[in-house]
């Protein structure tokens, strides 16, 4: 994990260092009644959880990177071996000067802090195409090369609704994916996820209440049926 994250820094700073006048930081917190992970409830269902982030974007470089964190405010102690830190890093840039299609590739580090030496993190890489259209259309996939060893398929869409004349002023976002995996050693359905949240944008900073329902295959959610909700706190600043 040192050498990778090694390798991250040195990229991060020399981008930086290229682009320190276009360079956007966004923070977030997000407060949820459950912490639920490509249709699966991670840790204990019904239970607070706090999850911050901050990620960088280097100006029209098409590069970003951030870190992430999860913890649960209730039944500490139970619940610290799904404490999380992701770190991620990002390059997004479309294929062609005027096409509508866009490509991304990257790379994350999942960090367990309180599990076992040989369970604390593992790696995952990669690449989605995504459509420049009302709706958003992506399709990514990723695989997880460290501790799982398996692949996720995602079909995603999504809009947004302005709820108002102003184009600043609140909107209705509505969003829904269906994803395939081998998680398991069993290649399937792994989950289908419906999403709807409304911003309330104030100057740099937002507020968004949320909400998420997702059907799980067996394999993945005993429950089956997921639900969560909370809210979301945001800022941005930087660029020129």
Known sequence: MKKVLGILAAGLLMVGAVSAQETTVD?????????????????????????????????????????????????????????????W????????????????????EYYL???????KHTEEAYIGLSLDHAIAPSLTFYYDFGTVDAWYLVLAGGT?????????????????SVAMSDYAGKTGLNDVTATASITFPAGQFSI?????????????????????GGVGISMSFGGE
């Open 208 to 228: 968004t209440p949320k909400v998420g329902l997702t059907y799980a295959d067996d394999k993945i959610n005993i429950d089956n049926t997921s639900f969560y």
């Open 89 to 108: 890093i990002d390059y997004s840039t479309s294929l062609g000067e005027d096409s509508p299609l866009g490509i991304s590739v990257g790379f994350t």
């Open 160 to 176: 947004d609704v302005p709820l108002g004349e102003s184009e600043d002023g609140p909107a209705l976002s509505i969003g829904a």
């Open 113 to 119: 802090p309180s599990l076992s030496a040989g369970t």
């Open 27 to 87: 923070a977030s917190l997000d407060v949820l009644s459950g912490y639920i992970w490509r249709g699966g409830v991670i840790g204990a269902d019904n239970k607070v959880v706090l999850q911050p982030g901050i990620g960088l974007g280097f100006g029209e470089s098409g590069l970003s990177a951030g870190i992430w964190g999860s913890a649960f405010m209730q039944s500490r102690g139970a619940l610290d071996q799904v404490d999380e830190i992701d770190l």
